[in-house]
């Protein structure tokens, strides 16, 4: 008996997932010098670190022999006051990835189902079978969630809804209003977990309070990240808030230095760092313009977006990405996501976008 046996069927039938292709690996496989690559596959910060979490980070090197703080109580401060939440309702995690999982291994065994949305993170499905939960996959309208045939799919056995919003790989969004309406008429045995990982690109008027409808709704739980427009990604530092009742069973479960001590510093020092994230904002709409004033003009289909981050449609996707890799732009393709013909390509800097649009062109040449 081969030792693969030993797990149980719905772990072998997992497929990983796959990051964006590192610029190393990429530089390795076509011969292209490092310099000459331009990755916009991962919905990274193209602005680089925040100046005061750099020099946090520095400060804390000093104490990388000691263990960090296991409650992350300087953090979880910080997120409480900038939030409006209590400390008791927060769970750290290793990106928001681990808050994901963390409400999957939480709450769900094999007799559950979890509810999620076509072309919604590919995470969802797969934190769901690796505790060898039900996934029940909602049809998508105009590559975004519907929220009504969401709440009719819920079963008996349902614990746990995923909403992204905005949602990746798409870049759609649910309307504030949707979203209420959602959590009015979710059955309250059913936690709802709304993915914020974009919530920092959606314009003020965009935006749902989800962290004031956390006293109304103790079912739901809202998962952010500094990955995204706090620049942190190499760092993985995300927090989950919700009730803390649920917080302390997450806590439970969560491994107890699940986030390092130069993230909990830097993340510390980038919440206070309003400037960084308004000029993070201000070059992804400048960008997000740049690229998508350019699709307008070459006649190619795309999905407005409310992210860091356009997918667009052309005939041949694999084709297109091999065309992009080797001549050095790192796009996502989103077959995995069911859509073989669709690519997702980060906002860069302006010249790296200007890249990726030069490259187009000689393509759809």
């Given amino acids: 008996m081969s030792l693969t046996q030993l797990a ?12 964006g292709k590192p610029i190393s690996e990429l530089a390795r496989e076509m011969g292209l010098e490092e310099s000459s690559i331009v990755k916009l596959a991962s919905n990274e910060n193209p602005v680089g670190l925040s100046p005061k979490a750099r020099a946090a980070m520095l400060q804390a090197m000093d104490e990388l022999t000691r263990y960090p703080d296991g409650n992350g109580f300087e953090l979880k401060a910080k997120i409480a006051q900038k939030f409006g939440v209590p ?27 979890v509810v ?3 072309y919604s993170f590919a995470v969802y499905p797969l934190v769901t079978q690796a505790v060898g939960a039900q996934g029940i996959e909602v049809k998508a309208v105009e590559y975004g969630h519907d929220l009504n045939a969401m709440l009719e799919a819920i079963q008996p056995n349902t614990k746990l809804v995923f909403i992204a919003n905005p949602n990746n790989p798409t870049g759609t969004m649910c309307r504030p209003g949707d979203i209420v309406e959602f959590l009015e008429n979710c059955p309250t045995n059913v936690l709802v977990l709304i993915d914020e990982a974009y919530t920092e690109y959606l314009p003020a008027e965009k935006q749902c309070d989800t962290i004031g409808l956390m006293k109304r709704f103790p079912n739901l739980i809202v998962s952010r990240t500094l990955s995204k427009a706090y620049g942190l990604a190499g760092l993985r530092v995300g927090f989950g808030l919700c009730a803390p009742e649920v917080a302390d069973l997450m806590n439970r479960v969560r491994q107890p230095f699940n986030v390092n001590s130069l993230a909990q510093a830097a993340a510390c020092a980038a919440l206070d760092d309003s400037e960084f994230l308004t000029e993070t904002v201000r070059i992804n709409n400048e960008g997000m313009k740049q690229i998508t004033d350019a699709f307008i003009r070459l006649g190619v289909s795309f999905i407005p977006s409310f992210g860091n981050f356009v997918t667009f449609h052309v005939g041949d996707g694999p084709a297109l990405n091999r065309f992009m890799l080797e001549r050095g732009v790192i796009i996502r393709p989103l077959a995995s996501y069911g859509m ?26």
């Fill in 116 to 118: 999620y949305a076509q």
């Fill in 340 to 365: 073989r013909d669709s690519l997702r390509v980060s906002i860069g800097l302006p010249a790296e976008n200007a890249r990726f649009i030069e490259v187009l062109e000689q393509a759809l040449a």
């Fill in 8 to 19: 149980p069927d719905y772990i072998r039938a997992i497929a990983p997932y796959q990051g």
């Fill in 87 to 113: 400390a008791a309702g927060i769970v750290l995690g290793n990106g928001s990835n681990d808050i994901l999982e963390l409400a999957a291994r939480t709450f769900l065994t094999a007799d559950d189902s």
